[in-house]
């Protein structure tokens, strides 16, 4: 059984970082790719960033150069740096773990953790 757990939001002002970490059991992970969802209230679930098993990356455009994502996979860990943050990245982060098994694809997703950021 996969399990996603995201931990390290919070309230920040504008201009502030934090960095999530979401702890991932259950699955091979090292083969696995990894992501950060976001939704603010009222909007849909967007991409923020994945990272693939081979370390490449992809950010959405509202947070290149501002967010990093990045991955341990000796300790089943994913991370999102999130710096110069902005009232409009306010949301419930989601951790997600896309991964393909016997041709099929699956995905899971952790909890969520919130972010808030006051002007």
């Known amino acids: 059984q996969v399990q996603l757990v995201e931990s390290g939001g919070g309230l920040v002002q504008a201009g502030g970082s934090l960095r999530l970490s979401c702890a991932a059991s259950?699955?091979?992970?090292?083969?696995?790719?990894m992501g950060w969802y976001r939704q603010a209230t009222g909007k849909q679930r967007e991409l923020v960033a994945t990272?693939?098993?081979?370390?490449?990356?992809n950010y959405a455009d509202a947070v290149k150069g501002r967010f990093t994502i990045s991955r341990d996979n000796a300790k089943k860990m994913v991370y999102l740096q999130m710096n110069s943050l902005k009232p409009e990245d306010t949301a419930v982060y989601y951790c997600?773990?896309?991964?393909?098994?016997?041709?099929?694809?699956?995905?899971?997703w952790g909890q969520g953790t919130q972010v808030t950021v006051s002007s």
């Open positions: 259950g699955s091979i992970f090292s083969i696995d790719a």
């Open positions: 990272i693939k098993s081979d370390g490449s990356t």
């Open positions: 997600n773990e896309n991964l393909w098994r016997y041709g099929l694809n699956y995905d899971y």
